[in-house]
């Protein structure tokens, strides 16, 4: 018997924080579609809850027989705001409220797909759906929405960028912790497993099974192996984790679907960390030499982070797709947060990061008086970043009703807690009130 | 039913004779088992085979907990793809 692999799995999964972060059925709602919204909502519970009956179960028995710890299991549907443009309603938080019935029936943690995908204009769809989201947030607590607002092939929608400023800033005078429910996107990808942003894309199968990984500490580990070794060794190393990662994903992922007889979709090759000790990405990038996460140098050592990961785990799966790279989501990490409470991470180079790496702007709290033209603001830099790079990039802010810098948003659980950060008072009013489309980009004379 | 059952923990008199007696109580068959000490932490590995229509594998996880817990030992049991999944190309 090898007895070293053996030892090494152990080791990754009990002292590294290993796991699988979540197995995501996406599930299409296209078939639920009905003038009446009423037999519409009632076919959705139906499909979710047949579709995904043995997902929980499923689930369970793996981490039981392998020893590997599935965190999340989730749903993701077809965008509700397609799904319901169909009917007559004039409000969709009936729709969310199904939404939520058949995720609490079914136990899984989260389900997303209260979505609208507005890069280029509005549908009817669109507009209620993008009216509902606050109350649909405030009555249910499974319930995730997204709104794609940008592309590379489409520009941006300053319109959907305004109106988005305002929503967030309505949710939040609710309750800003239901501000995590919520990510607008430029690039939004149709097949990502993990939340806020998670729905089942147009083009996607009927039913798939998605898997979204882990394991930023196991990183860390491997890379305390080589310090002051050059920096080809630690891509290298990074490479070699990341390989090791992606293969537990892609093994999960294969057995559920098998298990669940639903086709296996895409790994999202991710570094996802939790506010627990051991699992933080700012901790790997101050293991490549940063004295602390911000310090100039971060957003090069996170570019070459994001990249290994990508390079080791590709070969691995038979499928990649998602978000894949590097989270730095700030109430997540707990390296993060300390970073912000000292004062050595600000908004700006969070920004720059996000060039870099998946995916935005993300679990970031701001002051309770931020503008709503200032967090457009803040999503049109985002989008910006997205469509020119060509890549998804995201904005999940939480103004902190009634707080300001110095005090701090708490979350619970996987979502931690958020230091309320510095936004630059100089206001975007005059821009976001433009309103319009900035158009797409041109893709020659790449400067 | 296959699967690897690990055991670590503070090196004691009679790990081997409490493992090797649950897993016969439980009939489970040993094909392969090793140990070795890393810094005063005893480490066995054990491949054990059983008739998962006489036991099942929550069934056998449980009672290998519990006498981990009575014997200050964690005691994992694991399928051995998974192993193969992380470990090998």
Not at chain 1, 311 to 339: Q, T, W, Y
Request: hydrophobic share 45%.
């Amino acid at each position: 018997m090898e007895s070293r692999p053996i030892l090494d799995t152990i080791q990754m999964i009990a002292e590294e924080n290993l796991d699988i972060r979540t197995i995501t059925m996406g599930i299409s709602l296209f078939d639920c579609i009905d003038s009446d919204g009423a037999k519409a909502r009632q076919k959705i519970y139906d499909k979710i809850t047949h579709s995904a009956r043995d997902l929980v179960k499923v689930a369970e028995q793996i981490q039981t027989e392998y020893g590997v710890p599935i965190i999340n299991k989730r749903i993701a549907v077809t965008p509700i705001a397609l799904v319901a443009a169909a009917s007559a309603d004039q409000d969709y938080v009936a729709y969310a409220l199904t939404m939520e019935k058949a995720a609490s029936e079914l136990g899984v943690d989260l389900i997303g797909g209260f979505s609208a995908l507005v890069q280029k204009g509005y549908q009817s769809g669109d507009r209620k759906l993008i009216a509902s989201i606050p109350q649909a947030l405030a009555e249910t607590s499974r319930v995730c929405s997204s709104v794609n607002v940008g592309s590379t092939r489409a520009g941006i929608n300053l319109d959907a960028v305004g109106e988005l400023g305002h929503t967030i800033k309505t949710i939040a005078a609710d309750d800003p912790v239901n501000c995590m429910s919520l990510v607008v996107f430029a690039n939004a990808v149709d097949d990502n497993p993990f939340m806020a942003g998670a729905f089942h894309g147009v083009g996607e199968a009927d039913r798939v099974i998605n898997v979204g990984i882990s394991g930023p500490g196991v990183v860390k580990r491997a890379l305390e192996q080589v310090r002051g070794q050059s920096i080809d060794v630690v891509s290298e190393q990074i490479k070699k984790t990341a390989f090791k990662v992606t293969r537990m994903g892609q093994f999960v992922g294969s057995i559920a679907a098998e298990r669940l007889n639903v086709p296996f979709g895409i790994v999202d090759l991710s570094l996802a960390p939790t506010p627990n000790e051991g699992d933080s990405v700012a901790e790997i990038l101050e293991e490549i030499g940063l004295e602390r996460v911000g310090a100039p140098g971060t957003t090069a050592a996170l570019a070459l982070l994001n990249d290994a990961v990508k390079k080791g785990g590709v070969m691995v799966c038979e499928h990649v797709g998602g978000l894949s790279g590097a989270f730095i989501p700030v109430s997540e990490d707990a390296e993060m947060i300390r970073a912000v409470r000292a004062g050595h991470l600000s908004i700006e180079k969070l920004e720059a990061m996000t060039a870099v790496c998946s995916v935005g702007l993300d679990m970031i709290a701001v002051p309770g008086n931020t503008s709503a033209a200032s967090i457009s603001g803040m999503i049109a830099d985002e989008a910006a970043i997205g469509m020119i790079n060509n890549k998804p990039t995201a904005v999940r802010v939480i103004p902190a009703t009634g707080q300001d810098v110095g005090d701090e948003v708490e979350f619970g659980g996987l979502f931690g807690r958020a230091p309320v950060m510095r936004v630059n008072p100089n206001q975007p009013q005059a821009f976001i009130k433009r309103g319009g489309h900035i158009p797409a980009p041109i893709h020659s004379f790449k400067n | 039913m296959k699967a690897i059952i690990t055991v670590v923990g503070q090196d004691q008199v009679g790990i081997v004779a409490r493992v090797a007696t649950e897993l016969a109580r439980l009939k489970i068959n040993i094909v392969d088992m090793s140990q070795t000490l890393m810094a005063d932490n005893f480490t066995m590995m054990l491949s054990g085979v059983w008739d998962d229509q006489q036991l099942s594998f929550a069934d056998a996880q449980a009672a290998l907990e519990e006498l981990g817990a009575a014997s200050g030992l964690t005691i994992r049991i694991q399928r051995q793809a998974v192993f193969d999944a992380i470990q090998k190309l």
